[in-house]
């Protein structure tokens, strides 16, 4: 019997050291915003909320598995007008000890063109919010953004499809009957409905409706397409399924028929 690798086992027993940085390297671009800043750099940014959900899979609920310590805030005077808010924050994974630190900036007040001030009031909170970011990507958060991969449009391709596998098109459904397709029964339901508007009575309708085009018609529409005969199309609103539409139009006709046969329209007639 072979005796074992000694270095098959030693590499068993050594902690897996990207375990944590593999499993939130990777960021789903539709969680993802471009930004721009003065002087005309431009980034990518990840959704905050999809970075708390993110920390909250690896390390559990917020408070429990990885939490975020009270912030210090510091606001500095930059170009005359302008005010920079810093945050510094201090975080942790698995459990408190393990600290990690990070620090985040944003602007508070600048000087428009016009010579009044502009203050944000959502500063301090965006500071706050960079700083927790850039305390997590030390264990691997939104890794590839920070290591510029985002950059590369393939890439971001790649880790789309990753996140959002694209789906097989549906094979078109072969229907059996005299219409093989829900396009051509859609197509057939139209041409009843236009040839049942261009009658005038219950004498050209009721024929038309036994004949066997139409008998065929309607028993296809029952069982491929129920939402054709009588549930109607949410979609499509405006849209009068069958059954409704054929029972208004033979009372129609017969209100128009019990109307033109009244003693007073045989009088008009008459006269």
Known sequence: MNAPNKKIEAAK???????????????DPAQTKGFSRA??????????MWVIKRLTEQFGPCGEGWGIGEPKFETIHGAP???????????????????????????????????????????FKKAFTDAVNNAFKFVGVAADIHMGLFDDSKYVAEVREEFHPTEEPKKREKLDGPYTSKTAL??????????????????????????????????????????????????????????????????????????????????????
């Open 186 to 271: 859609w197509a057939a339901v139209k041409a009843f409905v236009h040839s049942c508007n261009g009658m005038s009575c219950n004498d050209e309708l009721l024929p038309f409706l036994e004949t066997q085009e139409v008998k065929d018609l309607i028993a296809q529409c029952q069982k491929d397409a129920p939402a054709l005969w009588s549930e109607g199309l949410p979609d499509l609103p405006e849209y009068e399924p069958l059954e409704i539409f054929i029972h208004r139009k033979r009372r129609e006709f017969e209100e128009v028929e019990s109307i033109a046969n009244s003693p007073g329209a045989r009088m008009v007639r008459a006269g």
């Open 13 to 27: 027993k050594e902690p897996d050291n990207l375990r944590v940085w593999n499993a939130l390297a990777k960021t």
């Open 39 to 48: 002087g005309g750099f431009k980034g990518t940014a990840v959704k905050p």
């Open 81 to 123: 007008g302008e005010i920079l808010v810093y945050c510094t924050v201090s975080c942790w994974h698995g459990s408190p000890e393990n600290t990690l630190y990070g620090v985040g900036g944003d602007r508070v007040a600048v000087m428009r063109r016009d010579g009044n001030p502009f203050f944000d009031d959502e500063a």
